[in-house]
């Protein structure tokens, strides 16, 4: 069972380049975040997808934009990457149970440094 | 802002010590509060939760204690072990819009 899968693990841009990170969930949840995460300031929210076809701005949203592809896929694009977007992060996913609650289970990461 | 703020950044323990981490919040419509565990290379996963309705948890050796009224919650790992070298993030959130929201973390090493 893969549970939340994120490509690619590494990247490093260039200043002003764009890319795209991957993510996917096998466990069938309805809702997506993507979250980054710095030192001293732990995960911070970037977008959040609360089903398929719905996409709501987090946190911290500006300078990325997402797609919920399908009900398994979500994706974060950075079209002109800044340095201040060099970070990790994390593709997570939820079935928004409220007891015995796993909450949101998270993919292992993805590290982005922009040059 | 911040919505829950944690401390310590980062401490030291002796095997078999106990480690104690603290968090606040001031949102009083938070309904669940988590703390994630997440070790190098890692994403963070689940160790354990608690209601607001409740003082207190334990799983094995992680105990959360909770205040309602002082709006904090700790943790305590007991019997601390080298394994148990991680950062920990208190969290929280509502029912409403599910979207969980992070304390700073803490980096506990245990010392052998």
């Known amino acids: 069972n893969a549970g939340v899968t994120q490509t690619p693990k590494f990247q490093v841009l260039k200043t002003g380049q764009s890319m795209t990170l991957q993510c996917a969930q096998d466990?069938?949840?309805?809702?997506m975040y993507w979250y980054r995460q710095d030192p001293g300031m732990g995960l911070r929210l970037i977008y959040y997808?609360?089903?398929?076809?719905?996409?709501d701005k987090g946190e911290v949203p500006n300078g990325y934009n997402v797609s919920r592809l399908n009900k398994r896929e979500f994706s974060l694009r950075l079209e002109s990457a800044a340095p201040s977007q060099t970070s990790v992060y994390f593709c997570?996913?939820?079935?928004?149970?409220?007891?015995?609650?796993?909450?949101?289970?998270f993919g292992a990461g993805s590290r982005l440094t922009v040059l | 802002q911040q919505q829950v703020k944690q401390s310590p950044q980062s401490l030291i323990v002796q095997k078999g010590g106990i480690s104690i981490i603290n968090c606040a919040y001031e949102?009083?419509?938070?309904?669940?509060f988590p703390w994630y565990q997440q070790f190098p290379g890692k994403g963070p996963a689940l160790l354990i939760a608690?209601?607001?309705?409740?003082s207190e948890k334990k799983e094995g050796r992680f105990t959360i204690s909770f205040n309602k009224s002082a709006k904090q919650f700790s943790l305590h790992i007991m019997d601390s072990q080298p394994g148990d070298s991680a950062t920990y993030f208190c969290?929280?959130?509502?029912?409403?819009?599910?979207?969980?929201?992070f304390g700073a973390g803490t980096t506990v090493t245990v010392r052998a």
């Open positions: 997570a996913s939820s079935d928004k149970r409220r007891s015995g609650a796993n909450v949101l289970t």
């Open positions: 466990m069938n949840h309805n809702s």
């Open positions: 997808s609360a089903s398929e076809g719905t996409t």
């Open positions: 949102n009083t419509a938070f309904d669940y």
């Open positions: 608690i209601r607001p309705d409740v």
């Open positions: 969290a929280a959130l509502t029912w409403v819009d599910y979207k969980l929201s």
